[in-house]
């Protein structure tokens, strides 16, 4: 009988997170200051510890993992790798999908993978309050949840749409411990020029960013500085979730497998990243028993890599960030309300830039309509109510799986299931009573974007030309 859920013991959890910097098809380019148009980190290092600054830096490919990072991460992991047989059955496909399953941490998704390291080297430099932005509430809960264990404040910036959709996020914060505000808010000059423009405004992550940076600098005028922490884009944050990715490996082992197709959804790029950057390495590094190919799965209605443009941007709508490389709807953007609210960020992460510019990874756009629809299939055949982010990638590997069926081919499918949806009942309800809408974002506004990006800028182009390509 074959196994339905693949699992390792504690002393299987990775003792080094992989960094995919040195394996890169070729390096990153640099911040940008937007004071000057030059290479520079500008607020980076007044937000941040050494230590995560160090590790956002790091050339070295493998980083040790804090013993007091790893007993918090046996509350939860190893995470289960399930085999979705009956999905398989569902989808008659000949095709073996299996699922990495991020929901059973403590907040519900993968995101606790990067708080914990992040709370813990704040409270290692004698930081006593952290600060952060969040979509869906994901990032924000488990934030939360990571600052209580190491005795830290946690102050988190809910983008309002979000925050009117899914009030148990907010009580779930506040039972870590931590406060959570709507954004824009009038805790700070970032939200409360937004809020002068549009009082109505539902925010956007890009806002939420701005006022929790602002947070974490005015904080230093009151002699009880806090430091900013994030959830996806960055290398470090990408690097940490590599405990994913790094025990679906042993667990393929196990049952004598391994994947010719990985998915993953991308909001700022951080679960994919950490379920296929491990696979990627057994590539370069030819230890590969197969050619692995890699799927990003992004919304329609917040389409940055499909629709976007690979240049230089703030990563926060305030513009209180360097310059970033990465493709971007523009640091302005509004996203419609959909219900993914961990994918509703403007940029990507660098690292996904490159890979997709390389050609190393490809990305495939989802209405959320088609994937709540995939959504419903998984959830009345595994059994697991995924979260709406999961269900994009749900989506692309349905069709894949489809697509096995139509051609009787047989392959190992694996995606990354980032967390459960147990917060997300409003959308289901909207869903199953038909007034969930197939948003798409429209390329004029992107290029409308990226016009008022270049006025703001007149070098871009050259810097772009230069430092991108």
């Avoid at 209405?367 to 595994?382: G, H, L, M, P, W």
């Avoid at 190992?412 to 289901?428: K, N, Q, R, S, W």
Wanted: net charge neutral; charged share 20%; aromatic share 10%.
């Amino acid at each position: 009988m074959t196994d339905k859920k693949i699992v390792l013991k504690e002393s299987d959890i990775p003792k080094q997170w992989y960094n995919i910097v040195p394996d890169l098809p070729h390096p990153i380019p640099p911040f940008i200051e937007a004071e000057t148009g030059q290479p520079g980190v500008g607020i980076v290092p007044k937000i941040f510890p050494k230590a995560i600054i160090g590790q956002e830096i790091s050339q070295e490919r493998w980083i040790d993992i804090p013993d007091e990072v790893r007993d918090v991460y046996k509350i939860w992991r190893p995470s289960p790798l399930f085999r979705a047989l009956n999905l398989e059955k569902a989808l008659k496909t000949p095709a073996k999908i299996y699922y990495k399953y991020e929901g059973v941490s403590p907040p519900g998704s993968h995101k606790a993978n990067s708080a914990v390291p992040q709370a813990y080297y704040n409270m290692k430099e004698g930081i006593t309050r952290v600060t952060t932005e969040t979509g869906a509430g994901q990032w924000g809960s488990a934030l939360s949840f990571a600052a209580g264990m190491f005795g830290l404040e946690a102050t988190v910036y809910m983008v309002r749409a979000s925050f009117d959709q899914k009030p148990y996020r907010k009580a779930m914060m506040n039972a870590f411990g931590a406060e959570c505000v709507a954004s824009p808010s009038n805790k700070t000059e970032a939200g409360k020029r937004i809020l002068a423009e549009d009082p109505d405004s539902k925010g956007s992550l890009g806002i939420a960013i701005s006022e929790a940076v602002e947070d974490s600098l005015e904080s230093e005028k009151t002699g009880k500085k806090a430091n900013y922490t994030i959830g996806s884009v960055f290398n470090h944050v990408c690097m940490h979730q590599t405990v994913a990715g790094l025990e679906a490996q042993k667990q393929f082992a196990m049952v004598d497998d391994y994947p010719d197709e990985i998915y993953g959804c991308i909001g700022g790029g951080s679960s994919f990243s950490g379920l296929f950057w491990p696979f990627y390495y057994d590539k370069v590094s030819k230890k590969a028993p197969k050619e692995t190919n890699f799927f990003a799965v992004e919304p329609t209605a917040c389409p940055k890599v499909t629709r976007g443009y690979y240049t230089y941007d703030h990563g926060d709508t305030a513009k209180l960030t360097p310059l970033v490389p990465m493709h971007t709807l523009g640091h302005d953007f509004m996203p419609a309300p959909i219900h993914a609210g961990g994918l509703r960020y403007h940029g990507i992460a660098p690292t996904i830039s490159v890979m997709s510019q390389e050609k190393q990874l490809s990305t495939i756009a989802v209405n959320q309509v088609d994937a709540f629809d995939a959504a419903k299939i998984f959830t009345r055949s595994e059994g697991i109510i995924p979260a709406p982010e999961a269900a994009h990638a749900i989506k692309a590997v349905c069709d894949e799986a489809r697509q096995c069926a139509k051609t009787n081919t047989q392959k190992t499918i694996l995606f990354a299931l980032t967390g459960h949806g147990f917060f997300d009942m409003t959308a289901y309800e909207e869903y199953f009573n038909g007034r969930l809408q197939p948003y798409e974002y429209p390329a004029e506004k992107v290029a409308e974007s990226m016009k008022k990006l270049r006025a703001l800028y007149p070098w871009l182009n050259e810097v772009t030309t230069k430092y991108i390509g």
